[in-house]
């Protein structure tokens, strides 16, 4: 049984740094992309960025560039987000996913090529 859990979110004020973790478990980790996901009522859930399963390739939505940074331990089975500078508008519920690290091949993986996801962690950043 896949699980991945979330963990980390919580009220901070703009301009804060936060770390999110993913830990994950029944599934062969270190040969799986991972991602971040976002979503705030009412809208799609949105990128935010992925790593690929060796740790050496990551890419990043515009919104988070240069703010936020992921990474992941190959061996904890848990996967990063650090977030600088945070911003009001990057209040939301944060997700990650998972997805066989071969599809990177073929570019940026689609929304519904993510298999499993986690059940989210509330990030708020007050202004």
């Known amino acids: 049984q896949v699980q991945l859990v979330e963990s980390g979110g919580r009220l901070v004020q703009t301009g804060a740094s936060l770390s999110l973790s993913c830990t994950t478990s029944?599934?062969?980790?270190?040969?799986?992309?991972m991602a971040w996901f976002r979503q705030t009522p009412g809208k799609d859930r949105e990128f935010v960025g992925l790593?690929?399963?060796?740790?050496?390739?990551?890419h990043y939505a515009d919104s988070v560039k240069g703010r936020f940074t992921i990474s992941r331990d190959n061996v904890k089975n848990t996967v990063f987000l650090q977030m600088n500078s945070l911003k009001p508008e990057d209040t939301a519920v944060y997700y990650c996913a998972d997805t066989p690290g071969w599809r990177l091949r073929l570019g940026v993986p689609q929304f519904n090529e993510w298999d499993y996801w986690g059940q989210g962690t509330q990030v708020t950043v007050s202004s």
């Open positions: 790593i690929a399963w060796s740790g050496g390739i990551t």
């Open positions: 029944g599934l062969t980790f270190s040969t799986h992309a």
